[in-house]
């Protein structure tokens, strides 16, 4: 699974929320909702979350240097652990605590469908937005599911700009149901418990992509599909048999691969040598990624591979 793309998805919800965030601000000074404040916050924190993710592709992109001799790739998946860990959570916190506050001391709404007017806007903005980052992800997704591609996607930008796209439109869906049932009902504690269900979303959402990122962020090896297909372009032409194998994520275009690999002990050291190059270069003809490639030769004493 590739690890590039994401960029237009980042910029197109970025632009989507910016507004969004601005028209639901409006609408919540208008009507008093704190439907429309949670859901002014949460657009507020997803502009930030895309800032902060167009922030990491970027200072990815550094070269090594002696203090980091492997690059900077993994700051792509700091920023968005960042992202998932206080800006979705501050949102949920905020939302929960709005949403409490507004059913203990509910208030009326003034101007409802001032309020119906924006969400139904949204709505349709966040939808655009939605769309943008499913057609980029598709191409990467391949024949998972929308579930296996977050839980196993190495490009960490994607799986939080879908999430959050995806969160977006059902909090917008909720918060439209308690404005909705507080005009109906004229009970404006409605508006609050519109106003929970956001944070609790949130709050799910929050927990997913902190497991994910972290995931990422401490070092993820390649897949199995991947790792087989290693492990079958070593054992050829000269080798034997790899002996012990280890991969990790350095960034989401940057896989590390060292191995140990069984070769004939009739070889010289130029045809080991020549055996290794060949090697490197059958893994990087099959797996781009596989940047960074250490491999030691040994003689095979009938140790069983370790993976």
Same mark, same amino acid.
């Not at 939808?127 to 296996?148: D, H, M, N, P, Y």
């Not at 990087?284 to 993976?307: H, M, N, Q, S, W």
């Given at each position: $699974?590739?690890?590039?793309?994401?960029?237009?998805?980042?910029?197109?919800?970025?632009?989507?929320?910016?507004?969004?965030?601005?028209?639901?601000?409006?609408?919540?000074?208008?009507?008093?909702?704190?439907? $429309?404040?949670?859901?002014?916050?949460?657009?507020?924190? %997803?502009?930030?979350?895309?800032?902060? !993710?167009?922030?990491?592709?970027?200072?990815?992109?550094?070269?090594?240097?002696? +203090?980091?001799?492997?690059?900077?790739?993994? %700051?792509?998946?700091?920023?968005?652990?960042?992202?998932?860990?206080?800006?979705?959570?501050?949102?949920?916190?905020? #939302?929960?605590?709005?949403?409490?506050?507004?059913?203990?001391?509910?208030?009326?709404?003034?101007?409802?469908?001032?309020?119906? !007017?924006?969400?139904?806007?949204?709505?349709?903005?966040?939808?655009?937005?939605? &769309?943008? #980052?499913?057609?980029?992800? &598709?191409?990467?997704?391949?024949?998972?599911?929308?579930?296996?591609?977050?839980?196993?996607?190495?490009?960490?930008?994607?799986?939080? =700009?879908?999430?959050?796209?995806?969160?977006?439109?059902?909090?917008?869906?909720?918060?439209?149901?308690?404005?909705?049932?507080?005009? !109906?009902?004229?009970?404006?504690?409605?508006?609050?418990?519109?106003?929970?269900?956001?944070?609790?979303?949130?709050?799910?959402?929050?927990?997913?992509?902190?497991?994910?990122?972290?995931?990422?962020?401490?070092?993820?090896?390649?897949?199995?599909?991947?790792? %087989?297909?290693? =492990?079958?372009?070593?054992?050829? %032409?000269?080798?034997?048999?790899?002996?012990?194998?280890?991969?990790?994520?350095?960034?989401?275009? +940057?896989?590390?691969?060292? #191995?140990?690999?069984?070769?004939?002990?009739?070889?010289?050291?130029?045809?080991?040598?020549?055996?290794?190059?060949?090697? +490197?270069? &059958?893994?990087? *003809?099959?797996?781009? *990624?596989? &940047?960074?490639?250490?491999?030691?030769?040994?003689?095979?004493?009938?140790?069983?591979?370790?993976?």
């Amino acid at each position: $699974m590739s690890a590039g793309g994401g960029a237009k998805a980042i910029v197109a919800a970025l632009v989507a929320n910016a507004g969004i965030a601005v028209a639901k601000f409006g609408g919540f000074l208008f009507t008093g909702s704190s439907s $429309m404040l949670a859901e002014s916050v949460h657009s507020l924190a %997803d502009t930030s979350n895309q800032g902060l !993710l167009l922030l990491g592709r970027k200072t990815s992109q550094r070269k090594p240097d002696e +203090e980091h001799p492997f690059g900077y790739g993994r %700051d792509r998946y700091f920023y968005s652990f960042v992202v998932a860990l206080l800006l979705f959570t501050l949102g949920s916190v905020f #939302a929960l605590y709005e949403g409490i506050h507004k059913i203990d001391h509910p208030e009326p709404l003034e101007s409802a469908w001032v309020a119906v !007017l924006i969400l139904l806007i949204a709505i349709g903005l966040e939808a655009f937005s939605f &769309r943008t #980052a499913i057609k980029e992800s &598709r191409v990467l997704k391949g024949g998972l599911t929308w579930w296996q591609f977050i839980r196993q996607a190495k490009t960490p930008e994607l799986p939080v =700009v879908l999430l959050e796209d995806f969160g977006a439109l059902v909090g917008l869906a909720l918060a439209l149901g308690g404005v909705g049932l507080t005009v !109906l009902t004229g009970d404006p504690v409605w508006d609050g418990v519109g106003t929970v269900c956001i944070g609790v979303l949130l709050g799910v959402i929050a927990i997913v992509l902190i497991i994910e990122t972290k995931s990422l962020l401490i070092g993820e090896g390649a897949n199995r599909d991947v790792l %087989d297909e290693i =492990v079958a372009q070593l054992e050829s %032409d000269g080798v034997e048999k790899v002996i012990h194998i280890r991969t990790q994520y350095l960034g989401p275009e +940057e896989l590390l691969v060292a #191995a140990k690999i069984g070769l004939s002990p009739a070889l010289s050291v130029a045809e080991v040598a020549d055996a290794i190059d060949a090697a +490197e270069s &059958r893994i990087r *003809a099959k797996v781009p *990624a596989a &940047r960074l490639i250490y491999l030691e030769p040994d003689l095979e004493r009938g140790r069983a591979t370790a993976r």
